[in-house]
């Protein structure tokens, strides 16, 4: 980061750090003004149906652009999948607050498509089978990017253990529902990812501006703390779904 | 009331993706060498922000009251009993 000076970093990196802070105070007041029950969503430990309605009572303006302008969902889809290469492209770079930044973006268009498809009535098996493929896609290459940035440390595993996990919670969700069980538990399903690494990723970004490494001598200390704990939490996440499934389905014999 | 309704839908996307287009300039500017390209998201995600809180709908406590009077007919009867 030669192309402007550490002051300007510091100085840059507080100013976001106020617009965060100004901006969080005014979400939590309009989340508290929110109508309770307005938007009927799922919810989970991390992420409760409140905050999931609130968040998607913010994208209503944006799906109905999308509806507008007769985007489809598989165009959103791909969008998703373009925009994961981009944040693995600013990861491996070293851009983490960009790429955290942008994960939630894309994070945000999966949300999308399938509230558009439903708005449409555009669902479909084809539809549904191709957003399921573009997201386990997209998941691992954006974890790919930050295993490209931390190629030459151990941080690299945890992000491969982080992505082998999030891939073993979706298999298990498939497999359970390919044998008729419903496996819809789970601490860390995609949203709850998405938001602990890209809210990770962003603080830790403005973290190392402002302090420099913090644990045991190591650059980005608060993203590493980040990547391990959602390593950990999402084969949690795995085992806990693997142990469910395990439950529902009893001494039923396959075939 | 419609109008109302469809402007605070606009204003509120505005505000979204003023937040989001400040936050991605923001970003440029910190972490790459494109300063001029950064600059330039984030001055167009601060006036989309600036217009969409000019777009808000004010908040409930502080609106102006609008009182909707219904036609009233005066019944004889009924007239002086309410």
């Not at chain 1, 976001?16 to 003004?33: C, E, N, W």
């Not at chain 1, 109905?64 to 693995?88: F, K, R, Y």
Request: proline share 3%.
């Amino acid at each position: 980061m030669d192309h402007h000076s550490s002051t300007f970093d510091e100085a840059f990196a507080v100013a976001i750090l106020a617009f965060i802070a100004v901006t969080a105070t005014v979400s939590i007041g309009s989340y508290r003004r929110r109508a309770t029950g307005a938007a009927d969503v799922g919810g989970s430990l991390v992420l409760g149906s409140g905050i999931r309605g609130w968040y998607m009572e913010n994208l209503r303006p944006f799906e109905d652009l999308c509806v507008q302008w007769h985007i489809s969902p598989t165009m959103l889809s791909c969008a998703q999948l373009v925009g994961s290469i981009v944040v693995a492209a600013c990861y491996a770079r070293g851009m983490l607050f960009t790429g955290g930044w942008l994960l939630l973006f894309t994070g945000t268009l999966d949300i999308i498509d399938g509230r558009v498809a439903r708005r449409t009535n555009g669902s479909s098996l084809r539809g549904a089978f191709l957003d399921s493929i573009i997201d386990r896609y997209a998941d691992s290459i954006s974890l790919l990017g930050l295993a490209a940035f931390f190629r030459d440390s151990w941080v690299v595993w945890p992000v491969l253990f982080a992505m082998l996990g999030g891939l073993i919670v979706s298999y298990t969700r498939a497999r359970a529902e390919g044998l008729g069980a419903v496996c819809r538990v789970g601490l860390l399903q995609r949203p709850e990812r998405y938001v602990i690494l890209g809210f990770g990723t962003i603080f830790g970004a403005l973290c190392e501006r402002l302090t420099g490494p913090w644990v045991a001598g190591q650059h980005y200390s608060m993203v590493i703390l980040v990547i391990v704990a959602l390593a950990l939490l999402v084969n949690l996440t795995a085992i806990q779904r693997a142990v469910h499934v395990w439950r529902s389905l009893g001494n039923g014999q396959h075939g | 009331m419609a109008d109302s309704d469809t402007t605070a839908q606009a204003g509120k996307g505005k505000r979204v993706a003023g937040t989001f287009l400040l936050m991605l300039g923001a970003g440029i500017v910190l972490e790459s060498p494109l300063q001029g390209v950064g600059s330039a998201i984030l001055l167009a995600g601060a006036a989309f922000l600036v217009r969409g809180l000019l777009n808000a709908r004010p908040h409930a406590a502080h609106a102006p009251a609008t009182v909707q009077v219904a036609p009233v007919s005066i019944d004889p009867q009924t007239e002086g009993r309410l």
